[in-house]
């Protein structure tokens, strides 16, 4: 996991052996995704690239032809003057075609190599923990991979074939040159380089200046997203946060792209300059042929070749040094996904299906847990014994580590020191699934799935599809029966109004749908219910709580409705992420401690 104290925007500019690594896996991917139309497009390249001087060649025998044809008057060589004609159009129309051809097949690829990257991503997210993805160090690469994703890996490989085709342009221009006037091979390069020194001046400035401000660009992303978002609208316009909001955005966008103006001024300028010092050099070229051309050197068929030769080669040296710099500057960014697929994830998962102490069920063993980066730990030395058929009580004040306590019961932390085992074996060592699958947990705050009830209720087993009977126990566990009977298409109904169709909950709906969630799983042996307050009502708690548990489950309850809690076996009352006071309900009332005095001030009201 990245180290919290080095929590800073990565501005390094990567090595070139981490960018020359970067590219070949870039093309690792491209080979594995599509190989059949990565060939075609290549093929495709070599072709369109040896088109153009050929056709430059045949003009240059054109004009010779014809004046040939002049010359002699001969029907031969008038026919063979216009047969030329032909020839290049021929392959004027060929290279229309091929072109509009390869557009089409680089379009294709774009979409596949953007699939196949952000599959990549979503499969490396779905592996970290939830401490790892926590981090924000690993949200970071996350959004900056998820930003490249499609745009900078094909970027690059497209500058692979620009670069194919630009090379190929050029040693077919060269054979053509070599055999007439091999110096203006060397001024072709010459001409390239101004443009060239100046991009590869500036684009490891833009990459320096993006990584840089990405803290920034995640706060704008977040303020633009409280604007659009429909949660967060109803405070936005009751409060009036609209505009202060759209202030502060305004604000980050001048702060982060004044530097930007200012860099990309300078990029034009600077750029500008360098590609008239280029153009000049390619002009004195230019006026050197004419001038042969006048001393009668050269034909008006070779002068006519020779600079149209000049003019490709000027552009293709312009495409392959353009096509060195761009791909220079997105493997920088190509980089950046590479990083997020090689940070390291938490260890193995672990794969054993049972314990060796069948029917013990949760233990936590002086377990202590501390956020990465926080000061002070979340949870010291806790420790108790949930056996199966027993109820346990969570309460303290907000902040006092219940749902931290929560979570590292089901697996989702790791202690920093103790253990917490499951039919005495450490939660670490269980097979993820097979563990989830013991647990049942209404999470706090839960997620509101827009998708179907259905989905809803089902993401509680993996989203593997319910039989009706056990989704109707699920739904009646958590007193949704009635909800969903009443919806347009009962569990079928698309929920969320972010949908035309959809239906909007409300919070306490939502809320039923994700204890019913924590229910479709009727194996799980334990349940855990993290202030289920809005689900349940103060009545239906108190009846969920006084229900005998079915053999062999047992209940982790927090509740802030102390008088819910009265029988449960045991209550652990946390206060600064330690065990104040524990024991059951009459105990802790003995004890006359914080317990029994939040006790008597919830009961106090109803007494008087
Ligand atoms: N993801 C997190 N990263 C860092 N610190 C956290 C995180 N979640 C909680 N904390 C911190 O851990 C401590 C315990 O939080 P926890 O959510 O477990 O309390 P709680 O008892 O469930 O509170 P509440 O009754 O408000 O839900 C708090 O000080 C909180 O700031």
Do not use: C
């Amino acid at each position: 996991m990245p180290d919290p104290d080095t929590d800073q925007p990565d501005e390094h500019v990567p090595s070139w052996r981490d960018r020359l690594s970067a590219a070949a896996r870039t093309l690792a991917i491209i080979g594995r995704t599509r190989p059949a139309l990565t060939a075609v497009i290549v093929g495709l390249t070599i072709v369109v690239a040896l088109l153009p001087p050929a056709a430059l060649y045949v003009s240059k025998l054109l004009i010779d032809g014809v004046l040939l044809a002049i010359d002699t008057g001969l029907e031969a060589d008038r026919r063979a003057a216009l047969q030329l004609v032909g020839v290049e159009a021929a392959i004027l129309a060929v290279l229309l075609v091929l072109r509009r051809g390869l557009v089409f097949q680089k379009s294709r690829l774009h979409a596949e190599l953007g699939f196949a990257v952000s599959r990549l991503i979503l499969d490396k997210a779905n592996r970290f923990s939830l401490a790892e993805i926590e981090h924000p160090k690993v949200q970071e690469m996350l959004i900056h991979a998820k930003q490249f994703a499609s745009a900078r890996p094909y970027g690059l490989v497209v500058r692979g074939f620009d670069l194919l085709q630009a090379s190929v342009t050029l040693v077919s221009i060269t054979v053509l040159l070599a055999v007439s006037a091999p110096w203006l091979i060397g001024l072709m390069v010459l001409g390239g380089l101004p443009s060239f020194i100046g991009n590869v001046r500036f684009s490891g400035d833009s990459y320096r200046f993006y990584t840089a401000r990405s803290p920034q660009l995640r706060e704008r992303n977040y303020l633009e997203s409280l604007v659009t978002n429909e949660a967060a609208a109803r405070e936005r316009l009751h409060y009036g946060l609209g505009r202060p909001l759209l202030e502060r955005f305004t604000d980050l966008f001048h702060d982060m792209h004044g530097g930007d103006r200012a860099l990309q001024g300078r990029q034009a300028i600077i750029g500008s300059l360098l590609g008239v010092a280029g153009s000049i050099i390619f002009l004195g070229g230019k006026v050197w042929i004419v001038a042969v051309t006048i001393a009668g050197r050269f034909s008006l068929g070779q002068m006519t070749m020779l600079i149209g030769l000049l003019k490709q080669g000027q552009n293709a040296v312009n495409a392959l040094l353009g096509a060195v710099t761009g791909s220079y500057e997105d493997v920088l960014y190509v980089t950046r996904l590479f990083a997020l697929l090689d940070a390291k994830e938490g260890g193995a998962p672990g794969t054993a299906v049972k314990g060796p102490l069948p029917g013990d069920g949760l233990r936590f063993d002086q377990v202590s847990f501390s956020y990465p980066g926080a000061a002070t730990p979340a949870l010291t030395d806790i420790s108790f014994h949930l056996p199966p058929g027993t109820r346990l009580g969570l309460v303290g004040v907000n902040g006092s580590g219940k749902t931290t306590l929560v979570k590292l019961a089901a697996g989702l932390y790791r202690p920093d020191r103790g253990q917490v085992t499951l039919d005495g074996l450490d939660l670490t060592r269980w097979d993820p699934v097979s563990l989830a699958g013991r647990v049942g947990v209404m999470f706090q705050p839960h997620v509101n799935y827009k998708l179907s009830v259905r989905d809803n209720v089902e993401a509680g087993t993996g989203l593997r599809e319910l039989p009706p009977e056990a989704m109707e126990r699920a739904l009646a566990a958590a007193q949704a029966g009635e909800l969903v009977a009443g919806l347009p298409d009962g569990v079928e109904t698309r929920l969320s109004k972010r949908f035309a169709e959809g239906v909007e909950l409300s919070g306490g709906q939502w809320q039923r749908l994700a204890m019913a969630r924590a229910h479709a799983n009727e194996h799980a042996d334990i349940l855990i219910l993290d202030e289920p307050t809005a689900a349940l009502d103060a009545e239906a708690e108190a009846a969920f709580m006084a229900r005998p548990l079915a053999p062999g489950r047992s209940l982790i309850l927090i509740s802030h409705r102390l008088s819910n809690l009265r029988t449960a076996d045991q209550i652990i009352l946390l206060e600064g992420g330690r065990i104040a006071e524990a024991g059951d309900h009459a105990t802790l009332i003995g004890q006359a401690g914080s317990y029994a005095a939040l006790f008597d001030l919830q009961a106090d009201p109803y007494r008087h």
